[in-house]
Structure formats: structure tokens, C-alpha cells
Nanobody
């Protein structure tokens, strides 16, 4: 069993920045790929970014490319999502997710992930 906990969400003005963190307990974090997803009110959950277990490979949704950066510190068991130049359309609940499979296609579909956190709210005001 794995428990994922997100933190770092909040209210920020457009153009501002936030850094989300995702920590895991119950299983070694370092050997697994991790992704970030988000869900806005009335919309389906969508892929944001993913990072390989080694940290050497990342993948981003086009909507966040160049503004968001995913990284990880395996020694600390934490994955980060640095979000810069935030826009009102980035407002959503952000979830981190861990997948047990070693496949990398890259993993943009939610069904590819096995464990999910409860999410952290990000609100960007205009």
C-alpha cells in the first residue's frame, strides 16, 4: 500500500508561481514513475507532467510546457511541480500519482497509475 500526500497549493495571482510537493509512504518512492494530473470543476482529470523513476526523463502537457517543471529528490522521497507564470485556466485540484509499471510511452493516461493522492487546490486569480 502506498499513501501519497500533496502539498503546496494555494491562491495566487496570474503570473505568479507555486511549487507543489508530493511525498509517499508505505513503499520506496525512488523506483517508480510519478505523474501530476489536475481536475478543474466540471472537467475531466487531465495529465500535466510525468517524471521517470530516475529523474532523467520528463514529459509535459502542451498547455504547461515551458511554464511548469517536474523534478524529484529520491533521497527525500519527494516529487515537485514548479509552476511559473500561472494562468486562471490552471485553477484546479492537482493530484500526484504513482505507477508500478516500468513502461514509459509516456504515461499520460490516468488508468496507467496505481496510487493517487487526495489532491491540493490551486486557484489562480485574474
Amino acid at each position: 500500500q502506498v499513501q501519497l500526500v500533496e502539498s503546496g497549493g494555494g491562491l495566487v495571482q496570474a503570473g505568479g508561481s507555486l511549487r507543489l510537493s508530493c511525498t509517499a509512504s508505505g513503499r520506496t518512492f525512488s523506483g517508480y514513475d510519478v505523474g501530476w494530473f489536475r481536475q478543474a470543476p466540471g472537467k475531466e482529470r487531465e495529465f500535466v507532467a510525468a517524471i521517470r523513476w530516475s529523474g532523467q526523463t520528463t514529459h509535459y502537457a502542451d498547455s504547461v510546457k515551458g511554464r511548469f517543471t517536474i523534478s524529484r529528490d529520491n533521497a527525500k522521497g519527494t516529487v515537485y511541480l514548479q509552476m511559473n507564470n500561472l494562468k486562471p485556466e490552471d485553477t484546479a485540484i492537482y493530484y500526484c500519482a504513482l505507477k508500478l509499471s516500468n513502461a514509459w510511452n509516456p504515461p499520460v493516461a490516468s488508468y496507467e497509475y496505481d496510487y493517487w493522492g487526495q489532491g491540493t487546490q490551486v486557484t489562480v486569480s485574474s
